[in-house]
């Protein structure tokens, strides 16, 4: 906060209150650099703000110095580092968020292997292969920015900048368990954070957000979808269809990917502002798309086919490519069919109105159109009144559509018990935002059904009737105060000033902060208000799943390797 409020000084004594250059998707802070101290009646007060909330927190250990600070038992601290320190298994959530896996760590690593990267969609590299290879592609990169400055903005070349200057990991792959499979598989995942390429993915998705929406099947969420089927005329012969990708971004081949964002530019070329670097762009896209290289244990890959994976660009990168296709094939070839037509990723939904005559063929002919674009198919429910679309239900009756919230058998709904150290806003927050979502999908009768379940699975975790109540009437009473629920809040923060901490059940409470806060320095600053925002400190997913792997010692990676490809052979 003291950092907040000198910068706030510096900026003003400069001449300058407020950055117009600024974005946040590319905001990167300059860690070399910190502002002088503001006017000495400020540094008084922050220093008289800092000095009373440690006299606070002092009386705070003095008062709970007999309580129990931890919500864990020694038994249960003495099983976390057990777990913690045991190479012989591995933790890691499981896809569809069901819940941890504890798996086996050397059939993990086999497992990983003959799925995913002993597969011809990968190529094992060296260590030295790897050196020169990122070497290059950050000499490519670096005199890319640097031949095309005059294309960029001003927080665009400060970002590649700042980003530049950072240490940047290799990024590392694992595998989340689909435990809902039979039988028993793992689902690929690259995290690429802090990674060189990460660095421009995140540019390249910062600059898709002028391509996206021309995509004319885009659509943000099913709050949208709502909203646009609630006032449609449908015809009574009209029916809803939805289909899956299968796989989609390993089924988009890079070069079916690369041209059809080629095309999408050319195509769109006089709805794109004209200062869209498209060249640089291409560029930069072609090289993430295919110099995806991570490690596996102490082993070095390089992903050959589909879309890089874990790179910030992917989900703007599968809508365009195939949102291109659709624009110049699919909506035009069955315009009369497809009275509605939107895609959320790798999720489609439509109302198909059946011709007078070939209905069958037609719409055979439509499927196998969805599923003539490069690699990628698409799983088609046949045309019905009901259909299923990310969290909805939808059913046409008579000439309207009737929404209900759809919720997964398999979910296991494990909300925050009341014995984890959550700051009390994450519980308000889950309320809020589910009362919400179940109000705008639900009828009213529905929408007590639904009400009642959630309320129900809440209580099965650990939390009473008494506590929830007054969190459920301030959630109702803050739905209700909104005017239009479909958007969310637009509260400016550039005069907001901001206190992180993290949260501690016997640690210090807002209030008394604020009231710190309103003693000291509240009087000699211009801020219209102040904001305590508080994280959680480490949960068990935090402590027990890690994406880099330690092998125990007993097995080296290239055994496995060598196993797996015995096993193949003999195959």
């Keep these: 906060m003291a950092k907040t409020i000198r910068t706030r000084y510096f900026l003003q004594t400069n001449g300058t209150t407020e950055n117009n250059t600024y974005e946040k998707q590319i905001y990167i802070k300059n860690a070399a650099w910190s502002p002088p101290p503001a006017p000495l009646h400020i540094e008084d007060k922050i220093t008289g703000f800092e000095k009373s909330l440690k006299f606070l927190h002092s009386q705070l250990l003095s008062k709970y110095k007999h309580v129990k600070r931890t919500n864990l038992t020694p038994s249960q601290v003495k099983t976390l580092n057990e777990l913690k320190t045991n190479k012989g298994i591995t933790i890691k959530p499981t896809d569809k968020n069901l819940g941890p896996a504890v798996l ?20 094992q590299l060296s260590q030295m292969e790897v050196a020169r290879t990122n070497e290059h592609i950050k000499t490519t990169l670096k005199n890319l920015i640097q031949t095309n400055k005059q294309l960029l903005s001003k927080c665009e070349l400060t970002y590649f900048e700042r980003s530049l200057r950072a240490h940047h990991r290799l990024p590392i792959f694992y595998g989340l368990p689909k435990v809902h499979k039979e039988p028993f598989s793992l689902r690929p995942v690259v995290s690429t954070s802090g990674s060189l390429l990460a660095i421009f ?26 909203d646009e089927l609630k006032n449609m005329a449908i015809p009574a012969n009209a029916l809803f269809f939805s289909a899956d990708a299968v796989s989609m971004y390993t089924n988009i081949d890079t070069t079916t990917g690369l041209n059809a964002i080629t095309n999408f530019i050319q195509v769109n070329k006089d709805l794109i502002p004209s200062n869209f670097p498209s060249n640089l762009f291409l560029q930069i896209l072609d090289l993430v798309m295919r110099n995806n290289i991570f490690s596996f244990t102490d082993t070095y890959w390089l992903q050959l086919s589909g879309t890089a994976m874990g790179t910030p ?68 429910q046949a045309p019905s009144k009901k259909t299923v679309f990310l969290d909805l239900e939808l059913e046409l009756c008579h000439s309207s559509v009737k929404t209900r919230t759809f919720q997964k058998e398999m979910n296991l709904y494990l909300y925050i018990p009341p014995l984890s150290a959550h700051p009390p806003s994450c519980l308000k927050g889950l309320i809020t935002g589910e009362l919400r979502r179940y109000w705008l999908q639900n009828s009213h009768a529905d929408f007590q059904e639904i009400l009642s379940k959630f309320i129900t699975r809440l209580t099965e975790r650990g939390h009473t009737i008494e506590s929830l109540k007054p969190i459920f009437i301030q959630a109702a ?5 909104r005017h239009n629920l479909l958007k969310s809040s637009t509260a400016n923060n550039d005069n907001t000033i901001f206190l992180h901490r993290t949260y501690h059940p016997y640690g210090l409470e807002r209030n008394a902060i604020r009231r710190v806060y309103q003693q000291t320095i509240e009087p000699v600053l211009d801020y219209e208000r102040m904001v305590i925002a508080t994280g959680r400190p480490p949960n068990l ?19 496995v390797i060598d196993s797996v490809n015995n096993n193949n052979a003999q195959s």
């Design 201 to 226: 993915s995140t540019w390249l998705d910062y600059k898709m957000k002028e391509l996206v929406p021309l995509v004319k099947s885009y659509v943000k969420n099913s709050f949208t979808v709502i």
């Design 477 to 481: 009473q803050l739905i209700d105060k």
């Design 313 to 380: 660009v992917a989900c703007a990168y599968a809508t365009v490519t195939f949102g291109d296709y659709e624009n110049t094939t699919i909506l035009t070839e069955f315009s009369r069919q497809l009275l509605y037509y939107r895609r959320y990723i790798d999720d489609i939904i439509g109302i198909w109105l059946p011709p007078d005559y070939n209905q069958t063929s037609t719409w055979n002919r439509f499927q196998d159109t969805l599923n003539n674009w490069g690699n990628l198919q698409w799983k088609c």
């Design 541 to 559: 997913r935090d402590l027990l799943t890690r994406a880099h792997l330690i092998l125990p010692e007993n097995i080296t990676i290239q055994s």
């Design 104 to 123: 086996d760590t050397s059939q993990y690593v086999s497992q990983v292997l003959k799925e995913h990267l002993l597969t011809p969609a990968y190529k």
